[in-house]
């Protein structure tokens, strides 16, 4: 396979022909994306649902909205903190914080109204275990009806690692850190993806990012696509891929910002933004 130039960190903003409603007028930060496919969130989809109702201790630390916001139609029942750094995170490192960013220790089960979660499968955030794949499965309900094309992955959980199996499973990743080869430091419980922007380890106790934190955005479920269907989708117009900002994780208009994304932009691009939400009135 032609080897892919890793778009991790940039935004894919939906163009005006994509007819796919889970993304209409989507704001996707893509969160992993390599020659195994990609991985990201919706940052444009608020929901009702208050984040004090699913993640109480997080909430405090949540700017305005401070609602869960849907990050795609995968995995509904998993939630994802992305969170800006101010300081770039030069903290410490653990081999924790060093993960693959598809690690399902980054989730957390959704607990709906009735305080039940959906257990999963226990899958990393795009990818099956093996044992599951081509198994029937249950998905979390889907308000918009997420077409066959929905942006899901088949992933190799180990298609990373070629380590002993007995080994953490982030040392070497931490070695890496430490050399100055790997992923830079960072407080703990926050792993960097992009500059200032990382993923929250949802798990760990608030207290220890309170003070670091400049915004943090908690997302159920994600976008995801399989080997070379985002290039495809590419090719076919459906995407533009622009540049993002850390402010655009915690935007304070998510219903503005396909617009605002658009019209930053230094090229034709911003003109695009003021094409009508109803097509038929342009």
Same mark, same amino acid.
Do not use: C
């Given at each position: 396979?032609?080897?892919?130039?890793?778009?991790?960190?940039?935004?894919?903003?939906?163009?005006?022909?994509?007819?796919?409603?889970? %993304?209409?007028?989507? *704001?996707?930060?893509?969160?992993?994306?390599?020659?195994?496919?990609?991985?990201?969130?919706?940052?444009?989809?608020?929901?009702?649902?208050?984040?004090?109702?699913?993640?109480?201790?997080? $909430?405090?630390?949540?700017?305005?909205?401070?609602?869960? %916001?849907?990050?795609?139609?995968?995995?509904?029942?998993?939630?994802?903190?992305?969170?800006?750094?101010?300081?770039?995170? /030069?903290? #410490?490192?653990?081999?924790?914080?060093?993960?693959?960013?598809?690690?399902? @220790?980054?989730?957390?089960?959704?607990?709906?109204?009735?305080?039940?979660?959906? $257990?999963?499968?226990?899958?990393?955030?795009?990818?099956?275990?093996?044992?599951?794949?081509?198994?029937?499965?249950?998905?979390?309900?889907?308000?918009?009806?997420?077409?066959? @094309?929905?942006?899901?992955?088949? #992933?190799?959980?180990? @298609?990373?690692?070629? #380590?002993?199996?007995?080994?953490?499973?982030?040392?070497?990743?931490?070695?890496?850190?430490?050399?100055?080869?790997?992923?830079?430091?960072?407080?703990?419980?926050?792993? #960097?993806?992009?500059?200032?922007?990382?993923?929250?380890?949802?798990?760990?106790?608030?207290?220890?990012?309170?003070?670091?934190?400049?915004?943090?955005?908690? %997302? $159920?479920?994600?976008?995801?696509?399989?080997?070379?269907?985002?290039?495809?989708?590419?090719?076919?117009?459906?995407?533009?891929?622009?540049?993002?900002?850390?402010?655009?994780?915690?935007?304070?208009?998510? /219903?503005?910002?396909? @617009?605002? *994304?658009?019209?930053?932009?230094?090229?034709?691009?911003?003109?695009?933004?003021?094409?009508?939400?109803?097509?038929?009135?342009?």
């Amino acid at each position: 396979m032609t080897e892919v130039s890793s778009l991790t960190g940039r935004l894919l903003v939906a163009t005006p022909v994509l007819a796919d409603p889970n %993304f209409d007028r989507a *704001v996707v930060l893509l969160l992993d994306h390599d020659e195994e496919g990609s991985l990201g969130v919706v940052l444009n989809r608020p929901t009702p649902v208050d984040v004090s109702d699913i993640l109480e201790p997080w $909430a405090a630390l949540t700017g305005e909205p401070g609602v869960v %916001f849907q990050g795609g139609p995968v995995s509904l029942d998993a939630a994802l903190g992305v969170a800006v750094v101010p300081t770039g995170g /030069e903290g #410490r490192t653990t081999a924790r914080d060093t993960r693959d960013v598809r690690d399902t @220790r980054d989730a957390r089960d959704v607990r709906g109204p009735d305080g039940e979660a959906d $257990a999963g499968t226990g899958a990393p955030p795009g990818r099956e275990p093996a044992a599951d794949r081509g198994a029937a499965r249950d998905p979390a309900p889907d308000p918009a009806g997420s077409p066959d @094309r929905a942006r899901r992955t088949d #992933r190799d959980p180990d @298609r990373d690692r070629d #380590r002993d199996p007995d080994a953490d499973p982030g040392a070497g990743d931490a070695a890496d850190a430490a050399d100055g080869k790997g992923p830079s430091s960072g407080p703990l419980g926050w792993r #960097r993806v992009h500059g200032a922007i990382g993923l929250v380890d949802l798990e760990a106790p608030p207290e220890l990012l309170a003070a670091e934190l400049g915004s943090l955005r908690i %997302f $159920a479920g994600y976008a995801g696509w399989g080997p070379g269907q985002l290039e495809d989708e590419l090719s076919e117009g459906a995407w533009y891929v622009v540049e993002s900002e850390p402010g655009d994780v915690s935007s304070p208009s998510p /219903e503005g910002l396909w @617009r605002s *994304v658009l019209r930053r932009q230094r090229s034709e691009l911003a003109l695009v933004a003021t094409y009508p939400d109803d097509p038929s009135l342009n």
